[in-house]
């Protein structure tokens, strides 16, 4: 697949009236990273991710043919039913980058309606599933202009808009498990878009545990855009790309025995490097905070007193995901609620866990 694949070309189209389109998607974290990119939105290496379910976004699109025609985007956003014009510069830039694949969206006027499962100032970035719930439903509107547009296409597509929109959104559509970014092992992964992981997965991985501590429910410290731009020139990127892609093909026996103890070494060593390349970049940064590694440091001996197969993993900010297998839930939430909640801003935490991607929610 290359990017031409992905211009609107329809046979004949619908003519389409006034309509509303829904979906509801998913949050994703990451085992291998994304942290490095080149132009437009390709990443440095290939990531896997673990689909999210209690974490979403769920965006409705109304549209309704302009009357007037004209070349220049048309939309009002609201947030949780307010207007939030602070969001439109993100959306009016993703419009420009997809404008391409999809030209019919200057043909219409848009309201778009968004909200989020997860309290509005966690620390968790929305970028991912917001930016993939507002590519499906655009995909959807290609699809009622033309309904030739296969499922597995839609899907595709919109994971390749998401994609340009935030990288890491890309991996959110299906679940448990997506890869983006070409790797040799990975048969049919790309740099443009996200695949379900298409390898053996033990059941173990299909029902993992994702409890996120809210450390800290501050504004990033580093915005993506920042962040990725440090590892151009970074001194060990190179480096740190040939261990990502080694990562990815050390993890996929793993997945395939369900070897846990193999699974926490990768995670935690993933999570570890991503904000080892932080400190060490040009500004640096430190994005965990006390409690991050008071927090890693209980969850390190807890692991060895319990038994438990659980591990940590990190974005880039100071929340951390908690992961674990569904035969360590109960000791784990146990654990959790008396041992670490304290450490995090209002004793709070999300538990989440791994799911199935996207859903349709238009009626
Ligand atoms: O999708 P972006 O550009 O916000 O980058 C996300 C990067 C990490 O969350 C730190 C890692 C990842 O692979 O999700």
Not at 29 to 54: C, D, H, M, R
Not at 94 to 111: A, G, H, Q, W
Not at 151 to 157: G, I, N, R, S, T
């Amino acid at each position: 697949m290359i990017e031409k694949n992905f211009v609107f070309e329809p046979k004949h189209t619908v003519n389409l009236t006034d309509g509303s389109i829904c979906w509801q998607s998913p949050s994703n974290i990451a085992l291998v990273k994304y942290w490095g990119k080149t132009e437009p939105q390709i990443p440095k290496n290939s990531s896997i991710s673990f689909t999210l379910t209690n974490c979403h976004t769920t965006t409705t699109l109304h549209y309704s043919p302009k009357k007037i025609p004209s070349r220049s985007f048309d939309f009002k956003v609201f947030f949780e039913g307010e207007e939030k014009n602070s969001f439109r510069p993100k959306i009016e830039s993703f419009f420009n980058r997809i404008l391409d694949y999809v030209p019919f969206i200057t043909d219409f006027s848009f309201r778009i309606e968004t909200e989020n499962s997860f309290p509005h100032s966690s620390g968790i970035a929305s970028s991912a599933s917001g930016m993939s719930a507002l590519a499906l439903c655009l995909m959807s509107l290609q699809k009622r202009m033309d309904p030739h547009l296969s499922e597995a296409d839609l899907l595709q597509k919109a994971s390749f808009l998401a994609r340009l929109g935030s990288g890491s959104a890309a991996r959110s559509l299906e679940g448990p498990l997506v890869v983006w970014g070409q790797h040799p092992d990975v048969i049919g992964s790309s740099d443009l878009f996200g695949i379900r992981y298409p390898g053996e997965i033990h059941e173990v991985f299909g029902t993992f545990h994702d409890t996120i501590l809210l450390v800290d429910k501050g504004v990033k410290q580093v915005s993506s855009t920042v962040g990725h731009n440090l590892m151009v020139d970074h001194p060990f990127a190179e480096a740190r790309f040939d261990q990502a892609q080694n990562n990815m093909s050390r993890l996929m026996p793993i997945l395939k025995t369900g070897d846990l103890d193999g699974f926490i070494d990768i995670v935690e060593k993933e999570a570890l490097s991503l904000h080892a390349m932080m400190m060490t970049s040009d500004p640096y940064f430190i994005l965990m905070k006390p409690n991050t590694l008071e927090i890693i440091e209980r969850i390190w001996a807890f692991r060895k007193s319990s038994k438990c197969h659980i591990c940590f993993t990190l974005d880039a900010g100071a929340n951390v995901h908690v992961l674990f297998p569904h035969k360590d839930k109960e000791l784990v939430d146990e654990f959790i609620r008396t041992e670490l909640a304290s450490f995090c801003e209002n004793n709070q935490f999300i538990s989440d866990h791994a799911g199935s991607g996207a859903k349709s929610a238009s009626s």
